[in-house]
C-alpha cells in the first residue's frame, strides 16, 4: 500500500475502534511511538517495537469505562508522511469523563507505519 491507502486504511479502523487491527495490519515490526514530551515513562509513555506498541494499547483499553464518543479527520498526506485530528470523549478509571484532543502524525516506509507521533496539551 502507498501512504495515501495506508492512511486511509487507518481511520477507518480508528474510525471502528479496530486500534488492535490497526496495529496488525498496518504497523512495521520496528515501528516507533513517540507521547509528548513531559509524559511520565511507563505504560503510556512512548513505546519501540510493534509488541511494546500493542502492549500500550491493550493498557489504554483497560483504562477505559467507556468510550461517548470518537471522531478522527480525514488525512492529510504529504510524500511518506500524513497526520490526523483526533477527539475522544471517554469515562476513564479513576479520572471521570474526559475529552481527549490530538494530532497524530505517521510515517510509512514500505508500505507499513514506522513511526507515529502525538501531540496534545497535557
Request: hydrophobic share 40%; glycine share 10%; with cysteine.
Amino acid at each position: 500500500m502507498n501512504t495515501e491507502q495506508v492512511a486511509k486504511r487507518l481511520v477507518e479502523l480508528c474510525r471502528q475502534g479496530r486500534y488492535t487491527d490497526a496495529h496488525e495490519e498496518l504497523f512495521a515490526d520496528d515501528a516507533v511511538n513517540i507521547e509528548m514530551e513531559g509524559m511520565p515513562e511507563g505504560p503510556m509513555g512512548g513505546a519501540k517495537g510493534l509488541d511494546a506498541i500493542k502492549q500500550k494499547g491493550r493498557v489504554f483499553g483497560e483504562m477505559l469505562e467507556a468510550v461517548h464518543s470518537n471522531e478522527v479527520s480525514e488525512p492529510v498526506v504529504a510524500g511518506d508522511w500524513f497526520s490526523v485530528a483526533a477527539v475522544m470523549e471517554a469515562t476513564m478509571q479513576g479520572r471521570g469523563r474526559v475529552t481527549m484532543r490530538e494530532i497524530c502524525v505517521y510515517h510509512v516506509r514500505d508500505g507499513k507505519i514506522d513511526r507515529e507521533q502525538f501531540f496534545y496539551d497535557m
